[in-house]
C-alpha cells in the first residue's frame, strides 16, 4: 500500500480514484489496520496448519514489527521516501515472514515440539492422512 502513496498527485490529476487518495487523511491508521489484517492472516494460515510458537514469533511477530515500524517511519508526502520504504519493506517484512517459517520448518525437523509435530500438518501426522 506504501507503493500508492507515491502517486497520489497523479492520481489527483488524473481524476483516478484511488485507496491512496481516499484515506489520506487517515493513511496510517489505514495502513496500520491493512497491516493487523495481514498479521492475523499470517496467524490464521499457521493455526491452519497446527504452527508452533516458533512461526507465531517469527512470522506474525516479525511481519507485525516490521510493518509497524515502517509506518511509523514513512513520509507518505515524500515520493522518494515511499519508494524507498516500498522496496525497504518487500525485503524486510518478506525477509521476517521467510526467516520464520525456515524457524518452524528447523523447529520442526528438530523434533522441538515432539515426536508426532515434526511430522504433522494441520495436527495430523501424515500417516494418518495417507490412511484416510
Known amino acids: 500500500m ?6 497520489i498527485r497523479d492520481d489527483v490529476r488524473a481524476g483516478i480514484k484511488s485507496i491512496a487518495l481516499a484515506q489520506e487523511h ?7 489496520g491493512v497491516s493487523a489484517l ?3 492472516l499470517l496467524a490464521g ?3 491452519a496448519v497446527g504452527a508452533g510458537p516458533v512461526f507465531y514469533a517469527g512470522v506474525c511477530g516479525g511481519a ?3 510493518l509497524g515500524y515502517m509506518i511509523r517511519v514513512v ?9 524507498r520504504w516500498f522496496r525497504k519493506g518487500a525485503w524486510f517484512t518478506g525477509g521476517a515472514i521467510s526467516v520464520g517459517l525456515a524457524g518452524e520448518y528447523g523447529a ?3 523434533g522441538w515440539y515432539g515426536e508426532d509435530a515434526s511430522r ?6 501424515l500417516l494418518q492422512s495417507k490412511e484416510s
Open 26 to 32: 487517515n493513511a496510517k491508521m489505514f495502513l496500520t
Open 75 to 83: 513520509n507518505l508526502r515524500s515520493v522518494e521516501d515511499c519508494w
Open 45 to 47: 494460515a499457521g493455526a
Open 38 to 40: 495481514q498479521v492475523a
Open 64 to 66: 507485525a514489527a516490521t
Open 2 to 7: 506504501i507503493y500508492a502513496y507515491q502517486d
Open 108 to 110: 520442526r525437523y528438530l
Open 120 to 125: 504433522s500438518v494441520g495436527g495430523e501426522t
